[in-house]
């Protein structure tokens, strides 16, 4: 069993339709990283989150560190928001910036 | 905003030669470095951790003398794929820490596509 896991692991949606990507985790963490990894393999880091919520344009991050669960929204979505999304949590040694990565989620919107 | 700049972003060669992929941070110092190794439609796995001035820390399974690690500056890092063999094509990619940044966001390079022929 992963120690971050991600679903759904494939998504395809309409454009304009509200998305949402779910990352569960097991593991000791000090921050959780929503990544965007489009198709020629470059990767952007869209948040790092401790606690609570996070918003950047159309995108929403949030996270319940009681619950172990971290949510990526995307409100109005569009073609150019295809690519696959992953949660990374980082460990909780201070020094130790090890990260455990969730499998991804790719995300298809169509136009 | 920070920039990590991976070179070269494609690179085919021979079984038996040896390639080197660079990691460098442009204008960031960076302690340490992260290099992974991403099969096709699988995520990340982290391969080792370059610290500035001090041996690479190799995950368990990956083998030292194969994956040469050398991070002789605050903003170079490099990666050489010895006597590369055709399963050790796949996508490479770093990503770097800021200096005595705690916490930090993740800057990654833009990856390199290693084709062994």
């Known amino acids: 069993k992963n120690e971050v896991e991600q679903s759904p692991q494939n998504l395809t949606a309409q454009e304009g339709e509200f998305i949402t990507i779910n990352c569960s985790y097991s593991?000791?963490?000090?921050?959780l990283h929503w990544l965007q990894q489009h198709p020629g393999g470059g990767i952007v880091s869209l948040f790092m989150?401790?606690?609570g919520k996070k918003k950047h344009g159309r995108l929403i991050a949030t996270i319940n560190i009681q619950e172990k669960h971290s949510s990526l929204h995307i409100t109005a979505s569009h073609p150019r928001d295809s690519a696959v999304y992953i949660c990374?949590?980082?460990?909780?040694?201070?020094?130790?910036?090890?990260?455990?990565f969730g499998t991804g989620t790719r995300l298809t919107i169509i136009p | 905003g920070a920039v990590v700049s991976q070179h070269p972003s494609r690179v085919i060669c021979k079984s038996g030669t040896s390639v080197k992929i660079e990691c460098r941070s442009l204008?960031?110092?960076?302690?340490?470095m992260f290099w992974y190794r991403q099969f096709p439609k699988q995520s990340l796995m982290l391969m080792a951790t370059?610290?500035?001035?001090?041996?690479?820390?190799?995950e368990q399974g990956v083998e030292k003398d194969k994956f040469l690690i050398n991070h002789a500056s605050l903003t170079l890092s490099t990666l050489t794929v010895t006597s590369a063999h055709p399963e050790d094509s796949s996508f490479y990619i770093c990503?770097?820490?800021?200096?005595?940044?705690?916490?930090?966001?993740?800057?990654f390079g833009n990856g390199t596509r290693l084709t062994v022929t």
């Open positions: 990503s770097a820490n800021r200096f005595r940044a705690g916490n930090s966001p993740l800057h």
């Open positions: 593991v000791g963490i000090s921050a």
């Open positions: 989150l401790s606690s």
């Open positions: 990374a949590g980082r460990e909780s040694n201070f020094g130790n910036e090890k990260l455990t």
């Open positions: 204008d960031f110092q960076a302690t340490t």
């Open positions: 370059s610290n500035e001035g001090s041996k690479a820390t190799y």
